[in-house]
């Protein structure tokens, strides 16, 4: 007896819940690793970390927050790990998008056109996506997988996307490396990355422009 998955579970709605779900069990897994491993990592080559670069590239699509790589990165390499968390991050995106244009994203597109709603939340993005895409960016607790996939799904313009996350994720990047440079212990580190006050109100400031930003970016295109 074989099995059918639903028509209306697409390739995007199953990678939506696998990014979901799979972030929360890798974080774990990498806390335990990085905690366990400390003197391990701490001896790393460049090579080696080269390759542990290209390694997250693929694996921060969906399975390893860049928020916790740029705190291991920053505790191990310190302001060195400004570039590799950079590639790191735009890898990401750039595989989020070929792992969606290689499902079936015209059948998601023919979906939205039979749902108004839908389409028109689409159509916002689509009208002011550089400024949807950066105000996403800058909130430390939209998801990074989750946000990408949307964008890709979308249909926004990669430049955009690229250019948006960029300018968007530079400043929470820069905070999650930070702290993780300051850190005397990893696992202290891990387990309250935001235990500097300063820190803390810079997460909330952050979040609190960007709900704003895509607040006033959404009242803009209802007029």
Not at 116 to 127: E, F, G, M, T, Y
Not at 200 to 222: C, D, H, K, Y
């Given at each position: 007896?074989?099995?059918?998955?639903?028509?209306?579970?697409?390739?995007?709605a199953?990678?939506?819940?696998?990014?979901?779900?799979?972030?929360?069990?890798?974080?774990?897994?990498?806390?335990?690793?990085?905690?366990?491993?400390?003197?391990?990592?701490?001896?790393?080559?460049t090579?080696?970390?080269?390759?542990?670069?290209?390694?997250?590239?693929?694996?921060?699509?969906?399975?390893?927050?860049?928020?916790?790589?740029?705190?291991?990165?920053?505790?191990?390499?310190?302001?060195?790990?400004?570039?590799?968390?950079?590639?790191?991050?735009f890898?990401?995106?750039?595989?989020?998008?070929?792992?969606?244009?290689?499902?079936?994203?015209?059948?998601?597109?023919?979906?939205?056109?039979?749902?108004?709603?839908?389409?028109?939340?689409?159509?916002?993005?689509?009208?002011?996506?550089?400024?949807?895409?950066?105000?996403?960016?800058?909130?430390?607790?939209?998801?990074?997988?989750?946000?990408?996939?949307?964008?890709?799904?979308?249909?926004?313009?990669?430049?955009?996307?690229?250019?948006?996350?960029?300018?968007?994720?530079?400043?929470?990047?820069?905070?999650?490396?930070?702290?993780?440079?300051?850190?005397?212990?990893?696992?202290a580190?891990?387990?309250?990355?935001?235990?500097?006050?300063?820190?803390?109100?810079?997460?909330v400031?952050?979040?609190?422009?960007?709900?704003a930003?895509?607040?006033?970016?959404?009242q803009?295109?209802?007029?």
């Amino acid at each position: 007896m074989k099995l059918s998955i639903p028509k209306s579970v697409t390739g995007p709605a199953l990678l939506g819940l696998v990014l979901s779900v799979t972030p929360i069990v890798f974080t774990s897994l990498l806390t335990y690793f990085a905690v366990v491993h400390e003197a391990t990592i701490a001896s790393f080559t460049t090579w080696q970390w080269a390759l542990i670069t290209l390694a997250c590239s693929i694996t921060s699509a969906g399975l390893t927050p860049p928020t916790m790589l740029a705190l291991i990165f920053g505790y191990f390499l310190g302001w060195g790990a400004v570039l590799p968390i950079f590639i790191i991050n735009f890898g990401g995106i750039l595989f989020i998008n070929l792992l969606v244009h290689w499902l079936d994203h015209d059948r998601f597109i023919a979906f939205l056109n039979r749902n108004p709603k839908a389409q028109s939340v689409l159509d916002r993005i689509l009208n002011n996506e550089l400024e949807v895409i950066f105000f996403a960016k800058l909130s430390p607790i939209l998801p990074f997988g989750l946000t990408n996939l949307m964008f890709a799904l979308s249909g926004a313009k990669l430049r955009n996307i690229l250019l948006g996350g960029f300018l968007g994720m530079t400043p929470r990047t820069l905070i999650a490396i930070w702290s993780g440079h300051e850190a005397r212990e990893i696992k202290a580190l891990l387990e309250n990355p935001n235990q500097s006050s300063w820190t803390q109100i810079i997460i909330v400031v952050l979040i609190l422009v960007s709900i704003a930003g895509l607040w006033q970016v959404i009242q803009r295109s209802l007029k």
